[in-house]
């Protein structure tokens, strides 16, 4: 029997992030199941759409996420990220989301 998930990889990289501001790409791609670059290229698309941004701190990338902007298939438009994201982390989740 395949195995399948409720979410997307996509949502798997936003909740590592969520968890984990300083999170490497290559443990992201472990804890998500995935290879280095399929996460990177969803990270890249991730930043793209605005979800999330890239900041060097040092040698290292740091995400800040925007935890405002919407779910994007049309079933889920009226979500906010935040929402899912505050579900399906442990507390506190909002210091994944500072201010700019």
């Not at 399929?38 to 701190?57: H, M, P």
């Not at 505050?86 to 989301?97: C, K, N």
């Amino acid at each position: 029997m395949a195995a399948w998930t409720f979410l997307t990889n996509h949502a798997h990289v936003l909740l590592c992030v969520a968890r984990d501001r300083g999170v490497r790409l290559r443990d992201i791609a472990e804890a998500v199941g995935i290879t280095e670059r399929a996460t990177q290229r969803i990270v890249t698309e991730l930043a793209e759409a605005g979800y999330l941004r890239r900041e060097k701190e040092g040698r290292r990338n740091v995400y800040r996420l925007d935890p405002d902007l919407p779910l994007r298939h049309p079933l889920e438009r009226d979500h906010a990220i935040g929402e899912i994201l505050r579900v399906l982390t442990p507390s506190p989740v909002e210091a994944a989301f500072p201010a700019p």
